[in-house]
Protein backbone atom coordinates (compact mmCIF):
# COMPACT_ATOMS: atom_id res chain seq x y z
CA UNK A 1 0.00 0.00 0.00
CA UNK A 2 1.55 3.25 -1.08
CA UNK A 3 0.80 5.59 1.36
CA UNK A 4 2.27 3.01 4.31
CA UNK A 5 5.03 2.77 2.01
CA UNK A 6 5.61 6.14 2.36
CA UNK A 7 4.96 6.48 6.10
CA UNK A 8 7.80 3.82 7.01
CA UNK A 9 9.92 6.09 4.16
CA UNK A 10 9.12 8.80 6.70
CA UNK A 11 10.78 6.85 8.91
CA UNK A 12 13.89 5.56 7.13
CA UNK A 13 14.24 9.02 6.59
CA UNK A 14 14.26 9.91 10.51
CA UNK A 15 16.99 6.87 11.17
CA UNK A 16 19.21 8.61 8.52
CA UNK A 17 18.96 11.71 10.21
CA UNK A 18 17.67 13.96 7.31
CA UNK A 19 14.52 15.47 7.68
CA UNK A 20 11.01 14.76 6.23
CA UNK A 21 9.93 17.46 4.09
CA UNK A 22 6.68 18.60 3.53
CA UNK A 23 6.43 17.90 -0.28
CA UNK A 24 7.06 14.18 0.39
CA UNK A 25 3.38 13.88 0.67
CA UNK A 26 0.55 15.35 -0.73
CA UNK A 27 -1.37 15.32 2.33
CA UNK A 28 -4.44 16.89 1.47
CA UNK A 29 -4.70 14.86 -2.06
CA UNK A 30 -4.58 11.83 0.82
CA UNK A 31 -7.09 13.69 2.86
CA UNK A 32 -9.82 14.21 -0.08
CA UNK A 33 -9.10 10.54 -1.69
CA UNK A 34 -10.29 9.20 2.14
CA UNK A 35 -13.25 11.05 2.02
CA UNK A 36 -14.15 8.53 -0.26
CA UNK A 37 -13.11 5.52 0.95
CA UNK A 38 -16.08 5.07 3.54
CA UNK A 39 -18.60 4.26 0.12
CA UNK A 40 -15.83 3.13 -2.22
CA UNK A 41 -13.47 1.00 -0.28
CA UNK A 42 -10.11 2.28 1.66
CA UNK A 43 -7.43 3.34 -0.90
CA UNK A 44 -10.32 2.96 -3.51
CA UNK A 45 -10.97 -1.18 -3.40
CA UNK A 46 -13.93 -1.48 -3.38
CA UNK A 47 -16.38 -4.70 -2.05
CA UNK A 48 -19.49 -4.97 -3.53
CA UNK A 49 -21.62 -2.97 -6.01
CA UNK A 50 -19.95 0.45 -5.54
CA UNK A 51 -17.13 0.63 -8.39
CA UNK A 52 -13.39 0.58 -7.35
CA UNK A 53 -11.18 3.60 -7.69
CA UNK A 54 -7.86 2.36 -6.82
CA UNK A 55 -5.66 2.06 -10.30
CA UNK A 56 -7.85 3.94 -12.49
CA UNK A 57 -6.37 5.95 -14.88
CA UNK A 58 -5.74 9.60 -13.88
CA UNK A 59 -7.88 10.99 -16.83
CA UNK A 60 -10.68 8.72 -17.03
CA UNK A 61 -11.25 9.78 -13.17
CA UNK A 62 -10.98 13.69 -13.86
CA UNK A 63 -13.54 12.76 -16.95
CA UNK A 64 -15.73 10.87 -15.01
CA UNK A 65 -15.72 13.36 -12.16
CA UNK A 66 -16.63 16.19 -14.85
CA UNK A 67 -19.43 14.01 -16.13
CA UNK A 68 -20.97 13.21 -12.64
CA UNK A 69 -21.06 17.18 -12.63
CA UNK A 70 -22.75 18.42 -15.80
CA UNK A 71 -25.00 15.57 -15.41
CA UNK A 72 -23.93 13.68 -18.98
CA UNK A 73 -22.66 10.20 -17.02
CA UNK A 74 -26.20 9.44 -15.03
CA UNK A 75 -25.44 8.94 -11.25
CA UNK A 76 -27.44 8.04 -8.01
CA UNK A 77 -24.70 9.92 -5.36
CA UNK A 78 -21.99 11.17 -7.69
CA UNK A 79 -23.53 14.53 -9.26
CA UNK A 80 -23.60 15.68 -5.47
CA UNK A 81 -20.23 14.51 -4.58
CA UNK A 82 -18.69 15.49 -7.72
CA UNK A 83 -19.94 19.16 -7.45
CA UNK A 84 -18.28 19.29 -4.34
CA UNK A 85 -14.61 19.81 -5.59
CA UNK A 86 -12.56 22.15 -8.07
CA UNK A 87 -11.04 20.35 -11.27
CA UNK A 88 -7.82 20.88 -9.35
CA UNK A 89 -8.97 18.67 -6.69
CA UNK A 90 -10.14 16.13 -9.33
CA UNK A 91 -6.36 16.01 -10.61
CA UNK A 92 -5.26 15.63 -7.02
CA UNK A 93 -7.21 13.00 -6.61
CA UNK A 94 -7.22 10.90 -9.51
CA UNK A 95 -3.54 11.08 -9.34
CA UNK A 96 -3.85 9.62 -5.62
CA UNK A 97 -5.48 6.63 -6.90
CA UNK A 98 -4.26 5.85 -10.32
CA UNK A 99 -0.96 5.55 -7.77
CA UNK A 100 -2.75 2.47 -6.22
CA UNK A 101 -2.29 -1.20 -7.51
CA UNK A 102 -6.35 -2.00 -8.13
CA UNK B 1 -3.82 -4.19 6.92
CA UNK B 2 -1.10 -5.23 4.61
CA UNK B 3 1.48 -3.56 6.55
CA UNK B 4 3.67 -5.52 8.75
CA UNK B 5 3.13 -4.48 12.12
CA UNK B 6 6.41 -6.21 13.77
CA UNK B 7 8.39 -4.55 11.07
CA UNK B 8 6.83 -1.24 11.47
CA UNK B 9 7.29 -1.53 15.35
CA UNK B 10 11.08 -2.03 14.64
CA UNK B 11 11.80 0.54 12.12
CA UNK B 12 9.96 2.78 14.62
CA UNK B 13 11.75 2.02 18.01
CA UNK B 14 14.80 2.81 16.74
CA UNK B 15 13.31 5.69 14.19
CA UNK B 16 11.36 7.38 16.89
CA UNK B 17 13.73 10.18 18.68
CA UNK B 18 14.69 10.81 15.49
CA UNK B 19 11.31 11.54 13.87
CA UNK B 20 10.39 13.55 17.13
CA UNK B 21 13.03 16.00 16.69
CA UNK B 22 12.87 16.43 12.85
CA UNK B 23 8.75 16.84 12.52
CA UNK B 24 8.07 18.11 15.93
CA UNK B 25 11.12 21.10 16.79
CA UNK B 26 9.34 23.16 14.09
CA UNK B 27 6.42 23.32 16.38
CA UNK B 28 5.90 24.83 19.98
CA UNK B 29 2.03 24.61 20.36
CA UNK B 30 2.65 20.47 20.52
CA UNK B 31 3.01 20.15 24.12
CA UNK B 32 3.75 16.81 24.70
CA UNK B 33 4.11 14.15 28.08
CA UNK B 34 7.67 14.08 28.64
CA UNK B 35 8.94 15.11 25.22
CA UNK B 36 8.38 12.03 22.89
CA UNK B 37 5.48 11.46 19.86
CA UNK B 38 2.28 12.78 21.07
CA UNK B 39 0.58 10.94 23.51
CA UNK B 40 -3.29 10.27 22.32
CA UNK B 41 -5.88 8.90 24.01
CA UNK B 42 -9.06 7.71 22.18
CA UNK B 43 -12.31 6.68 24.13
CA UNK B 44 -14.84 4.64 22.26
CA UNK B 45 -13.92 2.43 19.22
CA UNK B 46 -17.45 3.47 17.29
CA UNK B 47 -16.85 5.00 13.83
CA UNK B 48 -15.34 8.37 14.93
CA UNK B 49 -12.60 6.70 17.21
CA UNK B 50 -12.10 3.36 15.10
CA UNK B 51 -11.33 5.42 12.19
CA UNK B 52 -9.51 8.06 13.54
CA UNK B 53 -7.22 5.73 15.43
CA UNK B 54 -6.80 3.48 12.21
CA UNK B 55 -5.87 6.80 9.93
CA UNK B 56 -3.86 9.02 12.54
CA UNK B 57 -1.54 5.70 12.95
CA UNK B 58 -1.58 5.51 9.20
CA UNK B 59 -0.57 9.03 8.59
CA UNK B 60 1.56 9.23 11.08
CA UNK B 61 2.92 6.44 12.51
CA UNK B 62 4.98 7.79 15.51
CA UNK B 63 1.88 8.86 17.62
CA UNK B 64 0.95 6.64 20.92
CA UNK B 65 -2.61 5.66 20.68
CA UNK B 66 -4.40 4.16 23.79
CA UNK B 67 -7.82 3.40 22.69
CA UNK B 68 -10.51 2.84 25.76
CA UNK B 69 -13.61 0.78 24.40
CA UNK B 70 -15.85 -1.33 27.08
CA UNK B 71 -17.40 -3.28 23.86
CA UNK B 72 -15.99 -6.58 22.93
CA UNK B 73 -17.08 -6.24 19.21
CA UNK B 74 -18.02 -3.34 17.31
CA UNK B 75 -22.04 -3.26 16.30
CA UNK B 76 -23.21 -1.51 13.11
CA UNK B 77 -26.51 1.33 14.27
CA UNK B 78 -26.44 1.70 10.17
CA UNK B 79 -28.41 -1.04 8.97
CA UNK B 80 -29.72 -2.29 11.93
CA UNK B 81 -33.15 -1.51 11.70
CA UNK B 82 -32.99 -4.85 8.75
CA UNK B 83 -32.26 -6.73 11.94
CA UNK B 84 -35.86 -5.44 13.47
CA UNK B 85 -37.47 -6.59 10.11
CA UNK B 86 -35.65 -9.79 9.89
CA UNK B 87 -34.28 -9.57 6.51
CA UNK B 88 -30.60 -9.51 8.54
CA UNK B 89 -29.15 -11.44 11.64
CA UNK B 90 -27.42 -9.51 14.71
CA UNK B 91 -24.12 -11.49 13.24
CA UNK B 92 -24.54 -9.55 9.63
CA UNK B 93 -24.06 -5.73 11.70
CA UNK B 94 -21.18 -7.22 14.05
CA UNK B 95 -17.47 -6.79 13.14
CA UNK B 96 -14.12 -8.00 15.25
CA UNK B 97 -12.12 -5.24 16.51
CA UNK B 98 -9.31 -7.51 16.30
CA UNK B 99 -7.24 -5.42 13.28
CA UNK B 100 -8.02 -2.07 14.81
CA UNK B 101 -6.41 -3.61 18.36
CA UNK B 102 -3.35 -4.29 16.09
CA UNK B 103 -3.08 -0.41 15.18
CA UNK B 104 -3.32 0.95 18.36
CA UNK B 105 -0.42 1.06 20.72
CA UNK B 106 -2.56 0.31 23.99
CA UNK B 107 -5.99 -1.56 24.20
CA UNK B 108 -7.83 -0.89 26.98
CA UNK B 109 -11.13 -2.91 27.71
CA UNK B 110 -13.00 -0.80 30.00
CA UNK B 111 -15.12 2.61 30.41
CA UNK B 112 -13.86 5.95 31.21
CA UNK B 113 -15.13 7.72 34.99
CA UNK B 114 -13.39 10.98 35.17
CA UNK B 115 -11.19 13.35 33.21
CA UNK B 116 -9.11 15.69 34.55
CA UNK B 117 -8.45 18.46 31.37
CA UNK B 118 -5.96 20.74 33.11
CA UNK B 119 -3.62 17.57 34.37
CA UNK B 120 -4.63 16.01 31.16
CA UNK B 121 -5.07 12.62 32.60
CA UNK B 122 -8.11 10.07 31.80
CA UNK B 123 -9.47 8.01 34.79
CA UNK B 124 -11.24 4.31 34.19
CA UNK B 125 -13.34 2.11 36.32
CA UNK B 126 -10.70 -0.28 36.56
CA UNK B 127 -8.35 2.35 38.33
CA UNK B 128 -5.98 2.59 35.76
CA UNK B 129 -4.49 6.15 34.97
CA UNK B 130 -3.98 7.13 31.42
CA UNK B 131 -2.10 10.78 30.50
CA UNK B 132 -2.64 12.37 27.23
CA UNK B 133 -1.32 14.90 24.49
CA UNK B 134 -4.43 14.87 22.87
CA UNK B 135 -7.97 13.56 24.32
CA UNK B 136 -10.52 12.18 21.36
CA UNK B 137 -13.94 11.93 22.62
CA UNK B 138 -15.80 9.42 20.13
CA UNK B 139 -18.09 8.16 22.77
CA UNK B 140 -21.74 9.12 20.39
CA UNK B 141 -24.74 9.47 22.70
CA UNK B 142 -25.85 9.46 25.89
CA UNK B 143 -29.85 8.68 26.30
CA UNK B 144 -31.62 10.59 29.03
CA UNK B 145 -34.04 8.19 30.24
CA UNK B 146 -35.14 10.70 32.58
CA UNK B 147 -36.87 12.90 30.16
CA UNK B 148 -39.68 10.22 29.74
CA UNK B 149 -41.75 10.10 33.25
CA UNK B 150 -41.58 6.44 34.23
CA UNK B 151 -38.64 5.14 31.90
CA UNK B 152 -36.59 3.20 34.52
CA UNK B 153 -34.38 0.73 35.20
CA UNK B 154 -37.51 -1.41 35.22
CA UNK B 155 -39.07 -0.27 32.38
CA UNK B 156 -35.65 -0.31 30.60
CA UNK B 157 -35.86 -4.14 30.87
CA UNK B 158 -39.03 -4.30 28.21
CA UNK B 159 -39.28 -1.12 26.60
CA UNK B 160 -36.25 -0.67 24.61
CA UNK B 161 -34.59 1.79 22.21
CA UNK B 162 -32.40 0.53 20.16
CA UNK B 163 -31.14 3.38 18.99
CA UNK B 164 -27.27 1.84 20.47
CA UNK B 165 -27.14 -1.31 18.36
CA UNK B 166 -26.64 -4.37 19.96
CA UNK B 167 -28.56 -6.24 22.52
CA UNK B 168 -31.22 -3.79 22.64
CA UNK B 169 -31.83 -4.69 19.06
CA UNK B 170 -31.65 -8.32 19.41
CA UNK B 171 -34.51 -7.71 22.13
CA UNK B 172 -36.71 -5.66 19.87
CA UNK B 173 -36.45 -8.22 17.01
CA UNK B 174 -37.78 -10.82 19.80
CA UNK B 175 -40.69 -8.66 20.67
CA UNK B 176 -41.80 -7.82 16.96
CA UNK B 177 -41.57 -11.47 15.97
CA UNK B 178 -43.84 -12.51 19.22
CA UNK B 179 -46.22 -9.85 18.60
CA UNK B 180 -49.39 -12.12 17.38
CA UNK B 181 -50.45 -10.30 13.75
CA UNK B 182 -53.51 -7.25 14.33
CA UNK B 183 -50.87 -6.33 17.40
CA UNK B 184 -49.68 -2.75 17.55
CA UNK B 185 -46.04 -1.41 17.31
CA UNK B 186 -45.26 1.89 19.04
CA UNK B 187 -42.60 4.03 18.00
CA UNK B 188 -41.13 7.67 18.91
CA UNK B 189 -38.43 9.77 17.20
CA UNK B 190 -36.80 11.92 19.23
CA UNK B 191 -36.75 15.90 18.80
CA UNK B 192 -33.96 16.94 16.00
CA UNK B 193 -31.12 17.12 16.66
CA UNK B 194 -30.90 13.28 16.91
CA UNK B 195 -28.72 10.15 15.87
CA UNK B 196 -29.35 9.39 12.31
CA UNK B 197 -31.70 11.89 11.32
CA UNK B 198 -33.94 9.23 8.56
CA UNK B 199 -33.13 6.21 10.89
CA UNK B 200 -36.77 6.42 12.78
CA UNK B 201 -38.57 7.08 9.38
CA UNK B 202 -36.49 3.91 7.62
CA UNK B 203 -37.41 1.85 10.82
CA UNK B 204 -41.06 2.45 10.19
CA UNK B 205 -40.93 1.43 6.61
CA UNK B 206 -38.79 -2.13 7.80
CA UNK B 207 -40.99 -2.99 10.79
CA UNK B 208 -44.08 -2.65 8.14
CA UNK B 209 -42.45 -4.34 5.68
CA UNK B 210 -42.02 -7.28 8.04
CA UNK B 211 -45.10 -7.00 9.14
CA UNK B 212 -46.32 -6.46 5.64
CA UNK B 213 -45.45 -10.39 4.91
CA UNK B 214 -45.72 -12.53 8.24
CA UNK B 215 -48.64 -10.20 10.46
CA UNK B 216 -50.41 -7.76 7.99
CA UNK B 217 -53.15 -6.92 9.79
CA UNK B 218 -50.67 -4.79 12.23
CA UNK B 219 -49.81 -1.27 12.39
CA UNK B 220 -47.28 1.03 13.66
CA UNK B 221 -47.68 4.14 15.40
CA UNK B 222 -44.87 6.78 15.23
CA UNK B 223 -44.91 9.35 17.75
CA UNK B 224 -42.85 12.24 16.25
CA UNK B 225 -41.69 14.92 18.60
CA UNK B 226 -40.80 16.75 15.98
CA UNK B 227 -43.72 18.98 13.80
CA UNK B 228 -42.52 16.63 10.64
CA UNK B 229 -40.69 14.08 9.47
CA UNK B 230 -36.96 15.19 9.95
CA UNK B 231 -35.30 13.58 6.94
CA UNK B 232 -35.44 12.85 3.54
CA UNK B 233 -39.65 13.27 4.17
CA UNK B 234 -40.56 12.97 -0.02
CA UNK B 235 -38.89 10.07 -0.55
CA UNK B 236 -40.44 8.25 3.19
CA UNK B 237 -43.78 9.42 2.43
CA UNK B 238 -43.79 8.05 -1.14
CA UNK B 239 -42.32 4.68 0.23
CA UNK B 240 -45.10 4.48 2.96
CA UNK B 241 -47.76 5.46 0.12
CA UNK B 242 -46.29 3.08 -2.63
CA UNK B 243 -45.60 -0.22 -0.03
CA UNK B 244 -47.75 0.62 3.42
CA UNK B 245 -50.98 2.01 1.95
CA UNK B 246 -49.93 5.55 4.08
CA UNK B 247 -53.03 7.94 3.00
CA UNK B 248 -55.69 5.17 3.19
CA UNK B 249 -58.02 3.69 5.58
CA UNK B 250 -55.59 0.51 4.92
CA UNK B 251 -52.15 1.99 6.12
CA UNK B 252 -50.06 0.08 8.30
CA UNK B 253 -48.43 3.43 9.27
CA UNK B 254 -50.03 5.87 11.40
CA UNK B 255 -47.97 8.81 11.49
CA UNK B 256 -48.22 11.82 14.58
CA UNK B 257 -46.05 14.59 13.97
CA UNK B 258 -45.79 17.09 17.51
CA UNK B 259 -46.21 13.75 19.68
CA UNK B 260 -43.39 13.58 22.07
CA UNK B 261 -43.34 10.70 24.32
CA UNK B 262 -43.49 11.93 27.83
CA UNK B 263 -43.83 8.67 29.72
CA UNK B 264 -44.10 5.09 29.33
CA UNK B 265 -45.96 2.57 31.63
CA UNK B 266 -44.69 -1.04 30.83
CA UNK B 267 -47.30 -2.95 32.85
CA UNK B 268 -50.06 -1.23 30.87
CA UNK B 269 -47.49 -0.89 27.91
CA UNK B 270 -48.80 2.74 27.68
CA UNK B 271 -46.65 5.82 25.80
CA UNK B 272 -48.74 9.40 27.28
CA UNK B 273 -47.91 12.57 24.51
CA UNK B 274 -48.92 16.12 25.47
CA UNK B 275 -52.27 14.90 23.67
CA UNK B 276 -53.26 11.48 24.52
CA UNK B 277 -52.07 7.86 25.94
CA UNK B 278 -51.30 5.54 23.54
CA UNK B 279 -51.47 1.46 24.01
CA UNK B 280 -48.85 -0.30 22.07
CA UNK B 281 -48.27 -4.28 22.07
CA UNK B 282 -44.48 -3.63 21.67
CA UNK B 283 -43.14 -0.05 22.40
CA UNK B 284 -40.18 0.96 21.28
CA UNK B 285 -39.18 4.81 22.73
CA UNK B 286 -36.16 6.41 21.81
CA UNK B 287 -35.59 9.56 24.63
CA UNK B 288 -33.97 12.86 24.04
CA UNK B 289 -30.20 12.30 24.17
CA UNK B 290 -26.91 14.33 24.48
CA UNK B 291 -23.61 13.72 23.81
CA UNK B 292 -21.88 11.09 26.04
CA UNK B 293 -21.68 11.25 29.08
CA UNK B 294 -17.58 11.20 28.78
CA UNK B 295 -18.37 14.74 26.95
CA UNK B 296 -19.74 15.80 30.31
CA UNK B 297 -16.58 14.68 32.44
CA UNK B 298 -14.06 16.72 29.85
CA UNK B 299 -16.43 19.44 30.23
CA UNK B 300 -17.20 19.90 26.77
CA UNK B 301 -20.72 20.05 25.94
CA UNK B 302 -20.99 24.18 25.32
CA UNK B 303 -24.13 24.04 22.73
CA UNK B 304 -27.38 23.46 23.26
CA UNK B 305 -28.15 24.27 27.00
CA UNK B 306 -25.16 21.62 27.27
CA UNK B 307 -26.08 18.76 25.09
CA UNK B 308 -23.94 18.85 22.56
CA UNK B 309 -20.34 20.10 21.36
CA UNK B 310 -18.86 23.11 19.28
CA UNK B 311 -15.70 22.19 17.50
CA UNK B 312 -13.42 23.72 15.59
CA UNK B 313 -14.07 22.18 11.67
CA UNK B 314 -10.21 21.93 11.28
CA UNK B 315 -9.25 19.46 14.10
CA UNK B 316 -12.21 18.93 15.28
CA UNK B 317 -10.97 20.50 18.80
CA UNK B 318 -13.61 21.34 21.38
CA UNK B 319 -14.03 25.16 20.93
CA UNK B 320 -13.60 25.02 25.31
CA UNK B 321 -11.46 22.74 26.17
CA UNK B 322 -8.26 22.75 24.56
CA UNK B 323 -6.58 19.21 23.62
CA UNK B 324 -10.16 17.81 23.39
CA UNK B 325 -11.18 16.93 20.55
CA UNK B 326 -14.90 15.37 19.35
CA UNK B 327 -16.00 13.38 16.94
CA UNK B 328 -19.05 11.97 15.75
CA UNK B 329 -22.60 11.75 17.26
CA UNK B 330 -21.82 14.22 20.20
CA UNK B 331 -20.71 17.09 17.99
CA UNK B 332 -23.45 19.64 17.38
CA UNK B 333 -22.58 20.62 13.77
CA UNK B 334 -24.82 21.28 10.55
CA UNK B 335 -24.02 17.60 9.68
CA UNK B 336 -26.24 15.12 9.89
CA UNK B 337 -25.17 12.60 12.93
CA UNK B 338 -24.67 9.57 10.55
CA UNK B 339 -21.56 6.77 10.26
CA UNK B 340 -20.22 8.65 6.94
CA UNK B 341 -19.74 11.70 8.76
CA UNK B 342 -18.30 10.10 11.83
CA UNK B 343 -16.03 7.98 9.73
CA UNK B 344 -15.01 11.07 7.26
CA UNK B 345 -14.34 13.69 9.66
CA UNK B 346 -12.68 11.23 12.19
CA UNK B 347 -10.06 11.34 8.97
CA UNK B 348 -10.44 15.33 9.05
CA UNK B 349 -9.40 14.95 12.66
CA UNK B 350 -6.65 12.94 12.20
CA UNK B 351 -5.71 15.21 8.71
CA UNK B 352 -5.64 18.09 10.87
CA UNK B 353 -3.07 16.65 13.12
CA UNK B 354 -1.10 14.80 11.25
CA UNK B 355 -0.37 18.40 9.77
CA UNK B 356 0.24 20.08 13.85
CA UNK B 357 2.55 17.16 14.43
CA UNK B 358 4.37 17.69 11.59
CA UNK B 359 5.05 21.60 12.23
CA UNK B 360 2.65 22.98 9.82
CA UNK B 361 -0.92 24.64 10.35
CA UNK B 362 -3.35 22.33 9.66
CA UNK B 363 -5.50 23.00 6.57
CA UNK B 364 -7.56 25.81 6.73
CA UNK B 365 -10.80 24.68 4.27
CA UNK B 366 -11.69 21.62 5.25
CA UNK B 367 -13.97 19.48 3.31
CA UNK B 368 -16.26 17.00 4.44
CA UNK B 369 -18.84 14.92 2.96
CA UNK B 370 -21.71 12.83 3.69
CA UNK B 371 -23.44 9.70 2.25
CA UNK B 372 -26.53 8.26 3.76
CA UNK B 373 -28.59 5.40 2.68
CA UNK B 374 -32.29 4.19 4.02
CA UNK B 375 -33.54 1.07 2.73
CA UNK B 376 -37.42 1.48 2.03
CA UNK B 377 -38.33 -2.67 1.47
CA UNK B 378 -35.99 -5.52 1.39
CA UNK B 379 -35.22 -4.61 -2.11
CA UNK B 380 -35.18 -0.93 -2.66
CA UNK B 381 -33.36 2.23 -0.81
CA UNK B 382 -32.73 6.18 -1.61
CA UNK B 383 -30.10 7.95 -0.03
CA UNK B 384 -29.28 11.75 0.74
CA UNK B 385 -25.52 12.68 0.10
CA UNK B 386 -23.78 16.32 1.03
CA UNK B 387 -20.48 17.47 0.39
CA UNK B 388 -19.53 20.91 2.71
CA UNK B 389 -16.45 22.76 2.27
CA UNK B 390 -15.33 25.56 4.40
CA UNK B 391 -17.22 29.08 3.56
CA UNK B 392 -14.15 32.01 5.02
CA UNK B 393 -16.97 34.57 4.71
CA UNK B 394 -19.89 32.90 7.00
CA UNK B 395 -17.21 30.92 9.01
CA UNK B 396 -19.24 27.65 8.02
CA UNK B 397 -19.07 24.52 6.49
CA UNK B 398 -20.84 24.67 3.50
CA UNK B 399 -22.11 22.69 0.54
CA UNK B 400 -21.25 24.04 -2.92
CA UNK B 401 -24.19 24.87 -5.63
CA UNK B 402 -25.55 21.24 -6.17
CA UNK B 403 -23.52 19.55 -3.55
CA UNK B 404 -26.51 18.45 -1.27
CA UNK B 405 -29.44 16.28 -2.47
CA UNK B 406 -31.61 13.42 -2.33
CA UNK B 407 -32.44 10.36 -4.41
CA UNK B 408 -34.90 11.51 -7.46
CA UNK B 409 -37.17 7.99 -6.20
CA UNK B 410 -35.95 4.89 -4.18
CA UNK B 411 -34.30 1.90 -6.53
CA UNK B 412 -33.06 -1.70 -6.28
CA UNK B 413 -29.85 -0.06 -7.64
CA UNK B 414 -29.08 2.32 -4.47
CA UNK B 415 -30.32 -0.75 -2.15
CA UNK B 416 -27.06 -3.05 -4.07
CA UNK B 417 -25.03 0.47 -2.92
CA UNK B 418 -26.35 0.31 0.40
CA UNK B 419 -25.19 -3.12 0.82
CA UNK B 420 -21.92 -2.26 -0.46
CA UNK B 421 -21.28 1.22 1.38
CA UNK B 422 -21.85 -0.84 4.76
CA UNK B 423 -18.59 -2.97 3.98
CA UNK B 424 -16.71 -0.61 2.57
CA UNK B 425 -17.27 1.63 5.63
CA UNK B 426 -17.27 -1.20 8.22
CA UNK B 427 -14.16 -2.15 6.46
CA UNK B 428 -12.40 0.82 6.32
CA UNK B 429 -13.47 2.62 9.68
CA UNK B 430 -12.05 -1.07 11.33
CA UNK B 431 -9.30 -1.99 8.90
CA UNK B 432 -10.94 -5.37 7.95
Known amino acids: METKKLALGLLVAGMLGTVATAQAVDTRARFMAANCSYCHGTDGRSSGAIPSLAGLDAKYFVDQMKAFRDGSRPATVMGKHASGYTDAEYEAMAKYFAAIKP | ?432
Open chain 2, 1 to 432: MSFDRRDFLKASAGAAGAVSLGTLSGCASTATVGGAMPKIVVVGAGFGGATFTRYMKLWTPGVEITVIEPNAQFVSCPTSNEVLAGLSQMQDITRPYDNIKKIADRWVADTVVAIDPDKRTVKTAGGQTFAYDRLILAGGIEILFDKVEGYDAEAQKTVMHAWKAGPQTATLRKQLEAMPDGGVFVMSVPRAPYRCPPGPYERACLVSFYFKQAKPRSKVIVLDGNEDIASKKGLFLAAWKKHYGYGTDKSMIDYRPNNMPRSVNARTMMVGTEFDDVKGDVINVVPPMRAAEICGMAGVRDASNGTWCTIDFTTFESKVVPNVHVLGDSTLTNFPKSGSVANNTAKMCAYGLSEIFAGRQPDPAPVVTNTCYSASTNSTAFHVATVYRWDAKTKSMVPPKNANGVSKEESELELAYMRSWKENVLNDTLAL
